[in-house]
């Protein structure tokens, strides 16, 4: 690192310094260490390896850090750089104005789906080298994406608003007129586009907020180039004044989503649909993923939105019968022309929305794999997904895979049939660990229970994640319970430190 901070002393505009210190830092960026924060890691000890090199480069690259890393980095890096500095070392050209940088306007350039923004802000060196930072916020990514693709984005952390999308990408243009020029022109042109004046202040909501949602999310889908912008963002969000405002998205509660599904089931759109049993449950899944996987916006519709609800949540997460598979697209159909009607998207992105639907209908019949294909017993899965979550399927059946045969009841006279059980329940789900567990005491018994509640819930979803690992590189099934077990009682009732200690046990080597 300090080798490539030697690029710092050929620099002569602060711009380009602050953009060779924010490629230097994000070289860790978005890296997990198995024990504590890989800021600390990694970005701490880089202040004293520098402090101790003492040389032009070294107190180059500390004077950026204590302006664009992290704050226990920036305090670190500034009592380096002074003690460098009043030991005789030669500070850069730049120095002086590294971070002297004040921002001007902001805009947003936006498609009329909602799914993304490409938010411009520019800024200046008291009125020199001005630059402008693009930033895209994707509200399709952001909102539930997967392990196929990406993993899950977790919950907003204690005290954070709820996000409205991801950062996925950035860069930097010193053209300011020439990009605004290009967006005002698209803006004007473009049936599909709006480009608009964004006040300062809400963009700095929006930006912090998808920024957060972005550091918060392991392997984040941020484009290949992204984490060397990371710290040059973050510094550039920063300044940009504070008060603004997220948008809010509606609360849809029970009441209000069946609400919108009866409305949609009695319009003209709904109309020629054929099995109106089938049709509301699905218009039911529809609105309950634009409520929790779409920001709370059920009403939304894109050719994004459409091909990540039917190609890959719905194969992913819905147990559906037959009827409902052959009418999910066509339901699908009636709500893009319904709801885009109420949400003023223009004709043509109707019309678009719906070319992205067929063709993906053609692909969903592959993408979508009812477990009866797999001949899995019908009952059988009704007993492991009361709640239709197709996703949990592998997760409870390697929990519970004991759910046929007879049982004697322990300590009790008679035999129970265990093909009669609720796994679902409590009670039921004991007698069935009991009959995998024949002679435990009743501390294993409990401890199995406890793991076995946590798979059935995929909470936390790192568990699984685990198991699934631990599976692959060869360990018996009993084992893995057992090594899960122990990270339990080790670390149950901390979740940052039980997330920590399966990244751990999720490498752990084949067994010989």
């Not at 309950?288 to 997460?317: A, N, Q």
């Not at 009812?370 to 390697?398: K, N, Q, S, W």
């Not at 339990?488 to 752990?508: I, Q």
Request: net charge negative.
């Amino acid at each position: 690192m300090l080798l490539h901070a030697r690029e710092l002393l050929a620099l002569r505009s602060p711009l380009d310094a602050e953009l060779v210190i924010s490629e230097i830092l994000g070289s860790w960026w978005g890296r997990r260490v198995p024990d504590g924060d890989v800021e600390e890691v990694i970005g701490e000890p880089l202040v004293d390896y520098a402090r101790a090199a003492g040389t032009p480069a070294a107190l180059a690259l500390l004077i950026g850090m204590a302006y664009m890393g992290t704050p226990r980095q920036a305090a670190k890096a500034e009592g380096a750089a002074l003690e460098l500095m009043e030991n005789g070392v030669a500070r850069p050209g730049w120095a002086d104005r590294v971070g002297m940088v004040a921002p001007e306007e902001c805009y947003v350039s936006r498609d009329v789906y909602g799914d993304q923004d490409s938010v411009v802000c520019t800024y200046t060196y008291g009125g020199a080298e001005r630059h402008a930072l693009v930033i895209l916020v994707d509200r399709n990514k952001g909102g539930a994406v997967h392990k196929a693709g990406y993993p899950f984005a977790p919950a907003a952390r204690p005290g954070r608003p709820p996000s409205v999308g991801m950062v996925r990408d950035a860069w930097v243009s010193s053209r300011v007129d020439t990009l605004l020029d290009h967006c005002r022109r698209e803006g004007r042109e473009n049936p599909l586009m709006r480009f608009e004046e964004y006040d300062p202040r809400d963009a700095k909501a929006l930006l912090q907020s998808a920024l957060d949602l972005t550091d918060d999310t392991d392997d984040p889908p941020v484009n290949e180039n992204f984490g060397s912008y990371h710290a040059f963002v973050r510094a550039r969000v920063d300044i940009l004044p504070p008060g603004g405002r997220l948008p809010q998205a509606p609360v849809h509660g029970r009441d209000r989503r069946a609400t919108i599904a009866a409305r949609f089931l009695a319009s003209d759109e709904a109309d020629g649909l054929s099995d109106l049993s089938a049709a509301s449950r699905c218009v039911d899944r529809i609105i309950d993923y634009g409520c929790t996987h779409d920001f709370g916006r059920p009403l939304r519709v894109s050719p994004i939105k459409c091909e990540m609800f039917l190609l890959d949540w719905l194969p992913r997460k819905v147990l559906l019968s037959p009827s409902e598979q052959e009418a999910v697209p066509h339901v699908l159909a009636a709500w893009v022309r319904w709801a885009g009607k109420r949400t003023g998207l223009p004709e043509e992105g109707i019309r678009a929305t719906l070319d992205a639907l067929w063709d993906a209908t053609a692909k969903f019949a592959e993408a979508y794999r009812d477990p009866a294909a797999f001949g899995l017993d019908r009952e059988l899965v009704d007993r492991l997904l009361p709640d239709g979550d197709l996703e949990a399927l592998p997760r409870r059946a390697f929990a519970l895979p004991f759910l046929s045969g007879t049982h004697r009841r322990s300590g009790r006279h008679g035999f129970i049939n265990l093909s009669t059980l609720d796994p679902a329940d409590p009670d039921d789900r004991r007698t069935i660990l009991e009959f995998e567990h024949p002679g435990a005491d009743e501390e294993h018994i409990v401890a199995h229970e406890r793991l076995t509640e946590r798979l059935w819930d995929g909470e936390p979803p790192q568990l699984w994640e685990t198991a699934r690992s631990l599976l692959d590189v060869g360990y018996e099934r009993h084992e893995i319970l057992h090594k899960l077990i122990d990270v339990l009682d080790r670390n149950g009732d901390e979740p940052e430190a039980l997330r920590a200690a399966l990244r751990v046990l999720r490498h752990e080597p084949a067994p010989e």
